[in-house]
């Protein structure tokens, strides 16, 4: 398929949409019930942290921005979008390992954000 590496955009494209989830959940609805069962907070702890997790997800936002990006000028068969992808989904998973090595009580979710931007890295690259 050339440039353009079907297996590995669409693990990209869902490391994206991941992404796109987490920053409404960050920056939107952070003290929510559902969001304080997803991140195991308390109430408080959400309340505390909330202007710094609304700018967090702004960074989750860019980083899924920059996937889509990518994907549309590999789509024109522009080069600079799998450099683009690349360079999304390998910040992506390097956050989520950052986050797996840092924080033992967040591996699963470390786990689950990590897959597909290495899955996508994988299919890109190899």
């Known amino acids: 398929m050339g440039p353009f590496n079907g297996v590995g955009v669409i693990f990209a494209l869902g490391a994206a949409a991941l992404h796109v989830v ?48 990518g994907v549309f000028l590999m789509a024109t068969r522009n080069p600079a979008g799998k450099a683009l992808v690349i360079f999304a989904v390998c910040s992506m998973a390097f956050a989520a390992i950052l986050l797996y ?26």
Do not use: H
């Not at 924080?103 to 190899?126: E, G, H, V, W, Y």
């Open 101 to 126: 090595v840092t924080s033992p009580d967040k591996r699963s979710a470390a786990i689950k954000q990590a897959i597909f931007p290495i899955m996508a890295l994988c299919n890109l690259i190899l």
């Open 22 to 69: 987490i920053f409404y959940l960050e920056s939107f609805a952070w003290t929510s019930d559902g969001t304080l069962k997803a991140f195991n907070m308390t109430k408080e702890e959400a309340e505390s942290t909330e202007k710094i997790a609304f700018n967090q997800g702004f960074y989750n936002l860019f980083l899924a921005i920059e996937v889509f990006v």
